[in-house]
Every structure is written in C-alpha cells, then in structure tokens.
C-alpha cells in the first residue's frame, strides 16, 4: 500500500517561498496513470486543492494559485516537491500530499506564514 509522507519548514515569513517535499513509498511516482496531488486546509476553513503532478511529469494547478504555484519531483528519491511564491499570511494552513485515486494521504503537515 502506498505511503505518503511531507516535509519542510513549520514556519514561512511573509514574501518568501514555501517548499515541501513528499515521499512517497509502496509505488512509484511515475507509475502509469497516479496523479500526485497537493491540497491545503487553512485553520476553521476546508479544503483546497492546489495542483498535481502526474505520472508522466505534466502538471496541472488550481487557476487561484497557478501564478505562484510549481510542483516538480526527484524520480531518483521517489518524491515530489511544491513551491509556493511570496506567502501571506492567508497561506498559513495544513498543507497535505495525497494520491486521490486511491484515498491515500500525508498526514499533513501545519505551515504558518508570519514574521
């Protein structure tokens, strides 16, 4: 069964980049046809999806983020990567890796953006 798991900094000051990094075990990340997915709960809101990157390496993100949004991945590790570009503070949230097709999830990991 495969696993998902994120990483990266708790705290982000406002303007800078954001980048956080899933390794993923049990599968490969180029496996036909998964998508690799990151979505984002901000506090007492729902969720919001943020993009994807698919098997083949082609993204895909969501039009309200697009213009600061780039996910990568490192074949070699197993793992892809989100940058999200010049931060507010309403980019604080519980940010979560996921293969939605199969209902697997990170367990998430908390990000605040603040001075």
């Known amino acids: 069964q495969v696993q998902l798991q994120e990483s990266g900094p708790g705290l982000v000051k406002p303007s800078e980049t954001l980048s956080l990094t899933c390794t993923v075990s049990g599968g490969s990340i180029t496996t036909n046809y998964y998508y690799w997915n990151w979505i984002r709960q901000p506090p007492g809101k729902g969720l919001e999806w943020i993009g994807y990157i698919a098997y083949s390496g082609s993204t895909y993100y969501s039009p309200s983020l697009k213009s600061r949004t780039s996910i990568s991945r490192d074949t070699s590790k197993n793992q892809f990567t989100l940058q999200l570009s010049s931060v507010t503070p309403e980019d604080t949230a519980t940010y979560y890796c996921?293969?939605?097709?199969?209902?697997?999830w990170g367990q998430g990991t908390q990000v605040t953006v603040s001075s």
């Open positions: 996921a293969r939605l097709t199969s209902g697997s």
